[in-house]
């Protein structure tokens, strides 16, 4: 009996004891714990989750729900939401709380295009303390901060980067890094200076000098990046070739053995539809073809964004908003297949030497629906559709999933990438844009958009406003006029023209959103600018410039006004659109236009000084049409290099509309030229 005795009596005693530790291990668990929340790692769901988290927290874990409810919402485009949470977050961070701050907040303030104040806290952050997730985002910050303009630390960045991606993020990355480099003129990359020890960045120079030298041949590309992926296995672009190299591996000529030329040969854009038809006539007999250039010697594609605009058909080739968006005349007998005319094209010149067999067949869009002249031509052999011209037209085309080769005549409301179509158009809006990049190289930081009060003034300032935004511009001020009378009145009273104006509330172009490596920055909200007169514009201070959008007999007007208020010495640059440059502006005009830039197409610029006063004289000195004439010669040359402009990156032509270069989307961009008007003469733009 003793030893159960005793037994019990231990027992007993050891059971305060236990009792004791289980109670102090009950009160250890209410004290400060370590948060098993990884702010480190990506999100993966929604704002409203991790604020709820947040609330229902009470220990350390909560600010880290609150860092994860930031970078949702910023993921989201809720930017005030993001702002308020970041303001709660406690003064005593961990160091590890603390950086994710720093990437959040420079994140929001890349977003409200604050770069500079971003910048800072970019250069604070402590990558040995970054995960790789966290890293990857840091080095999206850093490229998004750098607004797409290239440079060496830029190139660093991209290649930093490369490692820590997977899939697509990983694709994307590849082909940034090319757009960064094809981007430097061949002298900037030239006088880069890199250390001994970065092949990989040597790896890429190389590629780019590859790709320069043999841009122009698509067959001897191919082979130089076989041989270049042989020299640097270990590049990442060894493995995985951007995009628009890739697409030399299946690069194939284009067949042009017949032609169809799509156009509206009867109603009101029967004009503009004959001025083309005269040009790509022309063009296909040799008359002053253009001819293409090796990439080398030409502008990156991403400069060269410009378009001339006809002064009196940009109904055609503008919005479909415009007055003519269809022919309004309809030819009779609408039931019988269209009309086709067939034309043989004599031996042509080295620009168009592939296209010296070819037959041309024109068919007339405005007797019969798109639809059924494209399945005429279809049938009738076509491989290469040139047309059609009018907008509405070209948008049922590219919705129709036509197996057939397209240069279209004009573009889309929303371009669609069709490995089959290639837009060509000339537009307000391009035009828009080039003036914002040329502007910007004189140095100008303040400009004012002087437009009409009308859906041409508003599409010039979207364009314009985006445009300067992606350069790394400010706010645009804007600032619109009214009819021809209207002016008369401002400059009869002497009330002149202020320049002052309202801010454009328009988006960057480039700015769709960026999405890479886990980090996402959402599009601002777009919006049409408002149209204001000059009477009731607010002052949006000093004004460096004025891009002035009108014809030539309200450009006479506007001038004049100006000086009255700003007089004759003023340093504001004035530049204007190739709409006020007409025909019949004698030495008169010249001396009041005195400084004033403006840009226009080659062949009106004095490129071929022979065709432009052939071509003038055979169209009554409309300079609209000429310039339609222009469009339709560069339309035989860029035909028979489709394949090449759609499928090898690097092609670019100095066409008689200006320089031109294909996006990846396959749109004709244009860069034009500039000229000014001085002592009564016109002389080019240094």
Sequence with gaps: ???????????????????????????????????????????????????????????????????????????????????????????????????????????????QQKIQDAQPLLAAVKTSALSQDQLARFYSLQIASAQGRPSLSLLRTYIAQEPLLKGTDHQGNIDATWQALTQMSPQEASNLVINADENVLQGWLDLLNVWRTNAQDAEMLKSAIKDWQTRYPQNPAAKTLPTQLSQVQNYTKASTSIIALLLPLNGQAQVFANAIQKGFNDAKNGVATPTAQPAAAQPAAADATASATPANSAAVVGSASDPISAPQQQAAGTTQQPAATTQQAPAQPAATESASNAQIKVYDTSSQPIQQVMQQAQQDGATLVVGPLLKSNVEQVANSQTPLNVLALNEPEKIQNHPNICYFALSPEDEARDAAHHIWEQGKRQPLLLVPRSGLGNRVTNAFAQEWQTLGGGTVMQQRFGSTSELKQGINSGAGISLSGTPVNAAPAASQGVSIAGLTIPAPQQSTPEVVSPSSANSGGAVDSVYI????????????????????????????????????????????????????????????????????????????????????????????????????????????TGKLSADTDCVINRKLTWNQYRRGEIAPVN
């Design 1 to 111: 009996m003793l030893p159960s005795k005793v037994v019990r009596h231990k027992t007993g005693r050891f059971l305060p004891v236990i009792l004791a530790g289980l109670i102090l291990a009950a009160c250890s668990g209410q004290g400060p714990q370590t948060s098993t929340v990884n702010i480190q790692g990506p999100v993966t769901a929604n704002s409203a989750y991790y604020l709820q988290q947040a609330q229902q927290s009470s220990d350390d874990s909560k600010t880290d729900w609150q860092l994860l409810a930031v970078r949702a919402l910023l993921k989201e485009g809720k930017y005030p939401e993001a702002t308020q949470q970041l303001s709660q977050l406690p003064q005593q961070l961990s160091e590890t709380q603390q950086q994710e701050s720093l990437l959040l907040k420079a994140q929001l303030l890349i977003a």
């Design 549 to 656: 959008v009108s014809t030539q007999d309200e450009l006479q007007l506007i001038k004049p006004m100006i000086t009255m208020r700003t007089g004759s010495r003023s340093n504001i640059a004035l530049y204007a659109s190739s709409r006020s440059a007409q025909a019949g502006a004698g030495p008169d005009f010249r001396l009041e236009m005195e400084g004033l830039q403006f840009s226009d197409i080659p062949l009106l610029s004095g490129s071929n000084p022979g065709l432009m006063q052939q071509t003038s004289k055979s169209f009554n000195n409309d300079y609209s049409l000429v310039r339609l004439y222009a469009m339709g010669m560069d339309a035989w040359t860029l035909a028979n290099h489709f394949n090449q402009m759609r499928q090898a990156p690097g092609f670019t032509l100095d066409g008689n």
